[in-house]
């Protein structure tokens, strides 16, 4: 346990190492969906009724921004050979980095979606929604970024791929994501977003290390 620990000291203070790489990522999901006003127009019912999908997809792309340095780094200075061989296992050390990728670039966003629903329109009980369904979202989103970087981190320029490859596996948290604020069966839709992020952040580590392993082989 005093491993894991360390290891996810070492991820944050890595990660929180640039700190202006958390503020741009703020600063990238609110000025996202701060330009679909003006593309919409100023109907505020029409953009209150579109705003979850807004912040869902705006949360997305966000959260991509963070994915090339998810392994890349400790690829090219040889840190992840190290993980391989250390006493913690690679899929603890994986979980490591998938909490602290989590903590840096989901956890931002949630403090940052006050500003993005004022500018959105939404009124308070959506706000709230969108503020559950994005924690229970989030985690998903990042585990599947796991396991995409895991994939593409011996490709050079892996970060341009890795997205398309996670695109598809996060259509389903993004429907259940807004399903979660809109739908009138809003509990059972963040339901399945809770259960949807579970298994992905309870299987992540395992598929990225296997995906790691067979890369460095």
Same mark, same amino acid.
């Given at each position: 346990?005093?491993?894991?620990?360390?290891? #996810?000291?070492?991820?944050?203070r890595?990660? #929180?190492?640039?700190?202006?790489?958390?503020?741009?990522?703020?600063?990238?999901? %609110?000025?996202?969906?701060?330009?679909?006003?003006?593309?919409?127009? &100023?109907?505020?019912?029409? $953009?209150?009724?579109?705003? &979850?999908?807004?912040?869902?997809?705006? =949360?997305?792309?966000?959260?991509?921004?963070?994915? !090339?340095?998810?392994?890349?780094?400790?690829? !090219?200075?040889?840190?992840?050979?190290?993980?391989?061989?250390?006493? #913690?296992?690679l899929?603890?050390?994986?979980?490591?980095?998938?909490?602290?990728?989590?903590?840096?670039?989901?956890?931002?966003?949630?403090?940052? +979606?006050?500003?993005?629903?004022?500018?959105?329109?939404?009124? $308070? =009980?959506?706000?709230?929604?969108?503020?559950? +369904?994005?924690?229970?979202?989030?985690?998903?989103?990042?585990?599947?970024g796991?396991?995409?970087a895991?994939?593409?981190? &011996?490709?050079?320029?892996?970060?341009?791929?890795?997205?398309i490859?996670?695109?598809?596996?996060?259509?389903?948290? #993004?429907?259940?994501? %807004?399903?979660?604020?809109?739908?009138p069966?809003?509990?059972?839709?963040?339901?399945?977003?809770a259960?949807?992020?579970?298994?992905?952040?309870?299987l992540?580590?395992?598929?990225?290390?296997?995906?790691i392993? +067979?890369? !460095?082989?």
């Open positions: 346990m005093s491993a894991f620990l360390a290891m #996810l000291q070492r991820e944050l890595l990660a #929180l190492r640039g700190g202006g790489d958390v503020l741009t990522l703020m600063l990238f999901f %609110v000025i996202v969906g701060a330009i679909v006003p003006f593309a919409v127009g &100023p109907d505020q019912t029409l $953009l209150a009724s579109i705003a &979850p999908g807004i912040v869902w997809i705006a =949360a997305f792309l966000a959260m991509l921004l963070g994915l !090339e340095r998810l392994f890349r780094p400790d690829h !090219e200075d040889g840190s992840l050979i190290l993980l391989r061989h250390a006493e #913690l296992p899929s603890a050390a994986i979980t490591a980095k998938l909490i602290a990728h989590w903590l840096v670039t989901a956890l931002p966003l949630l403090l940052a +979606s006050p500003i993005l629903a004022l500018l959105l329109a939404m009124d $308070l =009980a959506s706000f709230w929604r969108t503020l559950i +369904s994005l924690s229970l979202g989030t985690p998903a989103l990042a585990a599947f796991a396991i995409g895991a994939v593409t981190v &011996p490709i050079r320029h892996g970060g341009l791929i890795a997205p490859l996670i695109a598809p596996l996060s259509v389903p948290v #993004l429907i259940f994501g %807004v399903g979660a604020i809109t739908s069966q809003s509990g059972a839709a963040a339901l399945f977003l259960a949807l992020s579970l298994m992905a952040v309870a992540a580590p395992f598929v990225a290390a296997f995906a392993r +067979s890369a !460095e082989d």
